[in-house]
């Protein structure tokens, strides 16, 4: 939302932002002179995959709820004079219908995630489509998602992500020499591991690899690898064992394949010290902002799914619209062995990104569905 804001041209809309968490973000709002303010007690919800964990989940929102009394009447007492709200994630749907009941405004909603399909789905779906003026997509997706959760059409406007190469991308990440130089091409993997991420899918894909022989292909694998007991297999016995992503690359005999560098605060210049990026996702969702921001770096993405709005098979990287380790080993190969086709499809990644993600455009068009909001509702 940062980027969305940066472009407005604030001359004409005098905009806040409120954030839930502390971070960086608030100098950057400082930097670009946009009012913002930090509130923990800003209550927000959405829906998880399995029923019980909805049960809990929702459980203790309705504790949080009622705790944040002070933060909603701060926030109706701050509604007087603005013409419109705009909630930057469905997980505010239960703030945005208690607001068109008890102080109605112009309200708008980015709709970021595709959300699980329950019964909990179909009513955040729903109150979402019935409380807010207009619905804003990061792509078709999640217009589709909410449609068939809700029941009935959600009609809204597509937002592509904005996305923006960092300077920081200068500054490559220094990597251990005696791997560096080990392995003729890198592929990073930007992602805290969660099993929907699909990261521990790497080791089998460097299982093959380095069957075939091709052990010169390494991984960057930044984020959080700590593994959860409840996994499968494997994966499971070594996180009850207290072990990580990284112990699983070690007893499956690739462990001299990979980096782990752990949390990094600067990911861009993970992006900068390698050739191509992957996002193994069990999810099938090739268009998250680790991809965008890797296109527009200048890096081929090698990701799951249908759309192919980003990743594009022969021209910005590989897609696979479903996992296939074995014809992965062989499309990688081909790439690491060919750096102008390595090189175009960088190229073109970075146009793709350009074309669709640029701030000013996206901010613009932004503007035109508040105004659109604000005179109509």
Not at 91 to 109: E, S, V
Not at 283 to 298: F, H, K, Q, S, V
Not at 349 to 364: H, L
Request: aromatic share 8%; proline share 5%.
């Amino acid at each position: 939302m940062f980027f969305s804001l940066k472009h407005l041209d604030r001359s004409k809309i005098d905009v806040s932002a409120w954030c839930k968490r502390d971070g960086p973000i608030q100098q950057l709002y400082e930097e670009a002179g946009i009012k913002s303010g930090v509130y923990p007690d800003m209550p927000k919800v959405s829906g998880l995959p399995r029923t019980s964990r909805n049960v809990v989940m929702f459980g203790l929102f309705a504790v949080d709820w009622l705790m944040a009394k002070g933060f909603r009447d701060a926030f109706y007492d701050a509604l007087d004079g603005v013409d419109l709200v705009h909630f930057n994630h469905e997980a505010l749907f239960w703030l945005a219908r208690d607001m068109k009941r008890r102080k109605p405004k112009p309200a708008a909603m980015h709709i970021r995630t595709n959300i699980w399909r329950n019964i909990f789905a179909k009513h955040q779906s729903r109150i979402v489509a019935e409380n807010t003026d207009a619905r804003i997509f990061i792509t078709e997706n999640e217009r589709e998602t909410m449609s068939r959760n809700a029941g009935f059409p959600v009609d809204g406007d597509i937002l592509h992500n904005i996305v923006e190469p960092s300077p920081l991308g200068t500054l490559p990440w220094e990597l251990d020499d005696s791997f560096a130089h080990r392995k003729s091409f890198l592929v990073g993997c930007l992602s805290n591991y969660a099993w929907l991420r699909g990261t521990d899918r790497l080791i089998d894909l460097a299982v093959l690899l380095k069957k075939a022989g091709r052990d010169d292909i390494g991984f960057v694998v930044a984020g959080n690898v700590n593994l959860t007991r409840s996994l499968p297999g494997l994966l499971g016995r070594i996180a009850r064992q207290g072990g990580g992503l990284d112990e699983y690359a070690r007893q499956c005999g690739v462990a001299d394949m990979f980096t782990f560098t752990g949390h990094v605060s600067e990911p861009e210049r993970i992006l900068a010290a390698v050739d191509a990026v992957i996002k193994p996702t069990r999810e099938a969702n090739p268009w998250g902002r680790d991809i965008l921001e890797a296109m527009a770096a200048g890096k081929p993405v090698i990701s799951v799914g249908r759309y192919d709005r980003f990743v594009e098979t022969g021209a910005t990287g590989i897609l696979q619209p479903h996992w296939d380790v074995g014809a992965l080993v062989d499309a990688m190969a081909q790439l690491a062995d060919n750096e102008k086709e390595t090189e175009r499809m960088a190229s073109l990644a970075k146009d793709r990104v350009a074309e669709y993600c640029d701030g000013p455009t996206q901010s613009e068009k932004l503007e035109a569905i508040w105004r659109r909001v604000a005179e109509t509702s």
